[in-house]
């Protein structure tokens, strides 16, 4: 079975820590990973990523891809109160139920 | 704002109703994207239009159903509602056929009462 697994569930830090939130995948014929930010509704997106090894960054936020292991990475770093959401994973895959499976999601709490 | 709009915002209604969520996707976008999200089982994929014409699906259970119009908005219809059918459900849009960037809608709030 298709499945999207993120960890931690939730992380409470304080301003100013690096956190690093982690997805892993089983999917049929992997086509993208996705990261999405989820404030108080709407999933805004942040990255995509289909090569192994390349980096994506966009401020203060940077992703990674590994495609052997099957995982993915989302890094924060000097974290801010601003950064509080829940950080949703999906693949893009091509099996009998395609598009995309999304994980838990992380809930990531930033105290100031 | 994504510039996906969705209405109504709140929708309470009975066991075994009958609904009508409406998505407006953004402007040039050809696909639009329905999820449901509750709070077990999270985000979930229910089907996907392109430029008028089914292109994949998901779990999407056989009370409900959908459609894009020829102006490219899309309605999800949800019928003998019960009450595990509570949930926020999304539209999303994207350029192209892949949901390689998807903007998201505000949402709908369905309650079953």
């Given amino acids: 079975e298709d499945k999207v697994v993120q960890s931690p569930l939730s992380l409470v830090v304080h301003e100013g820590d690096t956190v690093t939130l982690n997805c892993s995948y089983e999917v049929t014929n992997f086509r993208s990973l996705l990261w999405y930010k989820q404030e108080k509704k709407a999933p805004t997106f942040l990255f995509m990523l289909t090569s192994s090894g390349i980096e994506k960054k966009s401020g203060r936020l940077s992703s990674i891809l590994d495609k052997k292991e099957l995982f993915s990475i989302l890094n924060i770093t000097a974290t801010q109160t601003g950064d509080s959401a829940i950080y949703l994973c999906a693949v893009h895959h091509g099996g009998s139920q395609g598009n995309l499976i999304f994980g838990k999601g992380t809930k990531l709490s930033v105290k100031p | ?113």
């Avoid at chain 2, 119009?69 to 459900?89: I, Q, T, V």
Wanted: hydrophobic letters at 30%; proline letters at 4%.
């Fill in chain 2, 1 to 113: 704002d994504s510039g996906v709009t969705q209405t109504p915002k709140h929708l309470i209604t009975a066991t075994g109703q009958r609904v009508t969520l409406r998505c407006s996707p953004r402007s040039g976008d050809l696909s639009v994207y329905w999820y449901q999200q509750s709070l077990d089982q999270g985000l979930q994929f229910l089907i996907q239009y392109y430029n008028g014409e089914e292109r994949a699906k998901g779990n999407i259970l056989e009370r409900f159903s959908a459609q894009q119009f020829p102006d490219l908005h899309s309605e999800l219809n949800l019928s003998s509602l019960e009450l595990g059918d509570s949930a926020l459900y999304f539209c999303a849009s994207s350029v192209g056929g892949m949901p390689n960037e998807q903007y998201f809608g505000p949402g709908t709030r369905l309650t079953v009462t």
